[in-house]
């Protein structure tokens, strides 16, 4: 009878030791975090899946991509110099008529290398201001009447840009690489865009508008101008260079009904604020998914990795011609080679949706063939560096790996 009691007794110390225990553990230790898998940040997630990066993405595709054999076959031709009014005129008709919702260009043209080497060469007849965005841009009528916008260079191809994504002043040549890769992803959706040499004082001053010649002065005998934009200022302007020239690029100008939208992944441009789709990642393409039709989310995607792959991030706004979504505005890209800004693919990783026809153009480009194929494009050793070349080769590996972290946390390839 006693040892009973003794059991009991020992029974219920014991059961009276683990409520208090219990009880403390639950009071004053932190609460176990049962999702602290997913509170891992995203970008270590795609960074271990680039680790485990399977090597289907690093071995040639062999496929061979038949719109940058048009496109160099069609561009290395060569072409005189002497093009008239007449024929510009034709010219220029046939490249407007290619604009369409679904393309800016056809690369099959024969007559689209001649375009190119039309922008770089055809007589500037009137220069004025382009009031659109918020840097100095030029508006140009070619010869045979067809207007272009002309973005000038600020920067030498090997400035490093520090500070944030959307640091600096636009770069010319993020327009024409970016460009260069809409052929090579086989997305035709960028203006036509080319580097040419133009002169303030020969070119542009003597058939300037009034607005224009309002904002030229001459500095150390050098022509400059400042334009007029939200940030246009007389002492932050672009001058000819000691041999009266300046370069830029030259941009197809789009003429159609274009309707400008608000990114929904804008970001706040102010230090220590998050924007929304920041501050909920796992829930906020829902919110977007109930505000716009599946085509529009897939075209944000799709420019999300044209952006992540020439580091524009930027993309506050975007342009539509119909229902579709074009690539305008791909100034502030190539800014520092030496950093990867995955929040850029946001749209890619919070929805995890992508075509079929995208990735199936990316897979085309495995093994270096990115890199390879923009080392064939005109220009390319002026207009850039070995390590802007590399760091879009090394971002369309991170854009592989954003596709594998999708495809394991949704455990299918439903995304595609």
Avoid at 190 to 212: F, G, M, Y
Avoid at 251 to 263: A, H, T, V
Avoid at 339 to 361: E, F, G, N, V
């Amino acid at each position: 009878m006693v040892l009973r009691r003794s059991i009991f007794l020992l029974i219920l110390a014991s059961i009276s030791i683990f409520l208090v225990t219990t009880n403390f553990l639950l009071t004053f230790l932190p609460p176990l975090d049962t999702n602290r898998v997913e509170k891992i940040p995203i970008k270590e997630k795609i960074q271990w899946e680039l680790a485990q990066l399977p090597s289907q993405y690093k071995t040639d595709s062999f496929v061979n991509n038949r719109w940058i054999e048009s496109f160099l076959k069609n561009t290395r031709k060569k072409f005189h110099s002497n093009l008239n009014e007449v024929a510009l005129r034709s010219l220029w008709e046939e490249a407007n008529s290619w604009v369409s919702p679904k393309q800016l260009y056809n690369v099959n043209s024969t007559n689209f290398g001649k375009v190119l080497f039309a922008l770089k060469n055809a007589d500037i007849v009137q220069a004025d201001i382009d009031t659109r965005g918020t840097q100095l841009k030029i508006l140009l009528t070619l010869q045979g009447n067809q207007q272009v916008v002309f973005k000038p260079k600020w920067y030498s191809k090997d400035k490093v840009i520090e500070g944030s994504v959307t640091s600096g002043k636009d770069r010319y040549n993020s327009e024409i690489i970016g460009f260069y890769l809409s052929v090579i992803m086989k997305k035709p959706l960028c203006p036509l865009s080319v580097q040419r040499h133009i002169s303030l004082k020969n070119d542009i001053i003597p058939v300037a508008t009034e607005r224009l010649l309002s904002t030229s002065f001459k500095k150390n005998n050098k022509t400059c101008i400042f334009g007029k934009c939200f940030y246009c200022k007389m002492n932050d302007s672009v001058c000819d260079d000691e041999n009266s020239g300046l370069t830029g690029a030259i941009i197809f100008n789009i003429k159609g009904n274009l309707e400008k939208f608000r990114s929904p992944w804008q970001r706040t441009y102010k230090s220590g604020k998050t924007a929304i789709w920041e501050q909920y990642p796992e829930k906020y393409c829902k919110s977007v998914k109930e505000k716009m039709p599946k085509s529009r989310l897939y075209d944000l995607i799709d420019v999300s990795i044209f952006d992540f792959l020439i580091q524009n991030g930027d993309r506050h706004h975007y342009e539509t011609l119909g229902n579709n979504v074009i690539w305008l505005d791909n100034g502030k890209g190539l800014g520092n080679p030496y950093i990867h800004h995955i929040d850029i693919l946001a749209p890619l990783y919070q929805c995890c949706m992508l075509r079929k026809y995208t990735w199936k153009s990316l897979l085309e480009l495995t093994g270096g063939k990115i890199k390879q194929n923009l080392e064939l494009m005109p220009d390319i050793q002026t207009l850039t560096t070995q390590e802007h070349l590399t760091a879009i080769e090394e971002r369309l590996l991170l854009v592989f790996a954003t596709f594998e972290f999708c495809r394991h946390k949704q455990n299918d390839e439903s995304l595609l």
